[in-house]
């Protein structure tokens, strides 16, 4: 009896022992529902609940004209729960909507959605579909389906502008440009979405999640004209590789503003796939270089000069026969021994010994002032990141051979910019105008929330100087000048020439920039233009290399706007007696003898064939109106034009459509300015020019008869 008591008291405590442990539990189950639950739930959530970012649309980057440069691309992506959907009508209907936008089967997705893993809650079916896809599942308005939308950065028109508009990285971080410089206006802010971690601490959506949706951002529109932009990198690029440059750039401001209208480097770059090329050709030469200017500084001098009253116009400056000269021990030499000069003369043909002379008359604190008074030395304060200020000794600083070759460019250096800002103060009649590219910001709605307005810096100099200044400038840019290969006919230019040795590992070597900065038309400025060429090899003179892309861009140019009109001789304007001979030789028959008819020229025809192999009188020859000339027609052409290019054929006194004809027929695009009889082409008829390029051609109608008869009285 005891033993059975022994055996049913320990059989009593074993089964008290284990009703204590779902009593435990039991314990352990309300202590942390009710005593720690709410600490405990919150510690849940910190593991198992995260927050990922939601990116903001970034802004847009608009032309002057608002043509949109640069915008974000939407991404749709496409993903399901398959715990919520899976064997049901809902896969079937995700699928029938992806199968009409994709290509795909439906039963390819109701396939994936089915035979998902058991565990699953996220799947991808589709990384990109088009914007109607993305809407038409917006509509099915199903649980279970996840719709995502993600942004890319597009450069609508690849290369154009990419200096000035920069580039993005994947983080749609700015990294260049304007990208850059307005990175925190234009990303926006972004928005938040909740989503869980699993135990192997991977993050995935899921349906219903809290949001907050991102703020987009603002766009940017810029003074960049893409017109403009289009014809200088055209230009520049065809120049650079013309002239066998390293590398060029180029700029055209308006001098009354200070707005850019184009900005260019060559070689260049496609923002869209900035990974491509070297980052040395991302780099924005017009801002981010410095170099020494050359003869083009030579304008400061020349205000100095004046204003101080230490130079005369009428003054003649001798010039060493051998075109050197020993200051303070070093030898000063001109291109080419220039002899006797005026004042006028000393700039035109950018003589070195002559301007040095005429600086050493100016107190070396004057001059200094009179450069930092035209911006060198410091930031133009361009709204563009990697701006540098240059470098402008102060005159403590200077050695006794300073002033004399800082007077033409050497022992200072400055940005392209710095240099378009300061001819820009002088076109402007005197004024030193800080340059930008944002004209204004606006949000999503177009409000306007911040405007850039022209802002004057500080006058350089008095409008007496500058008007009697000009037209020594202009002059640089004539027959008799460095810059003739700049210049345009018809079209008043004031400008300079520079050639300046590079300054290599201590020394100056036999390596040189070339450029040339203009401004047109003369009587009211409305383009400033730079250009400059790294090492061109096929001549080291800025005229020559620099002044003729100068010209290409500024014939091209002056034809997009109606208000700059080209000067025209009376000829042109009236019904003259005397004419001068189109050229007729390499023409068609066809196309010469619609040309005569139409300018009222007789003519009579002598030989067989389809080409003008000679004409009398010759080409360029003045004759009475009533002269008849002969043409001479053969069936092989004696005129070779190279492959690729095209004759320009002579278009005045004929009406729209048949200059249309004539243009078009040989290769080349037409620009017409007006209406009604043609008065003046450009370029000139003649000339060789690369088919697919433009031939503007202006015409009046009505007020043009007028102004022929008001000529010829």
Known sequence: MNERSSIMGRMFLLLGLLMLLPAAILVQILRVNFYEGEAFRELWSSQAIDYISIPAQRGNIYDANGSLLVTDTAIYKVAVDPLLIRNTEAANRVAAVLSNHTGRTARYYVDRINSSPSGSQYLVLERSVPVQAYEDLTELSLRGLILEEEYRRNYNFGTLAAHVVGFVNHNMDGMAGLESRYNNILRGRDGQQQVRKDRLNQIFAYVGAPRKFPKQGYSLHTTID?????????ELKEGAIRHLAKYGTAIVMNPKTGEIKA????????????????NENRRNYAVADIVEPGSTFKLVTAIAAVEQNVVSFDERFETPESGRKIIHGQVMRDHNPLGTLTFTEVMAKSSNIATSEIAQRIPPNTFYQYARNMGFGTPSQIDLPGELAGRLQRPYEWSRVTLPWMSIGYEVQVSPVQLVQAYAAFANGGYLMKPFVVK??????GNIIEKN???KVRRIARPSTIEKLIPVFEQAVSDSGTAQWASVEGLRIAGKTGTAQKYIDGRYQARYRASFVGFFPVEDPEYVILVLLDEPRTSIYGGFTAGSVFKEIAQRVSGLQNSILRTQ????????????LPKLEGM????????????????????NGNYVTGQQPAFGELVLRNTPIEIQLSDTATDSIPNGFARIPDLRDMNMREAVYLVEKAGLEIEMVGSGTIYTQFPRAGDLMRQGRTVTVRGRAGAFNQQRSIVSN
């Open 453 to 455: 307005e022209p802002k």
């Open 440 to 445: 204004s910001v606006t949000d999503e709605l």
């Open 588 to 607: 068609n028959r066809r196309d010469a003898e619609l040309l005569l008819q139409r300018s009222r020229i007789p003519y009579k025809v002598s030989g």
């Open 569 to 580: 001789p009376s000829e042109l304007l009236a019904e003259s007696s005397e004419f001068v």
């Open 263 to 278: 900005m260019a480097n060559y070689p260049v770059y496609n923002p869209n796939a900035p990974a491509t090329i070297e």
């Open 226 to 234: 893409s017109k403009i932009q289009a014809i200088v990198e055209e």
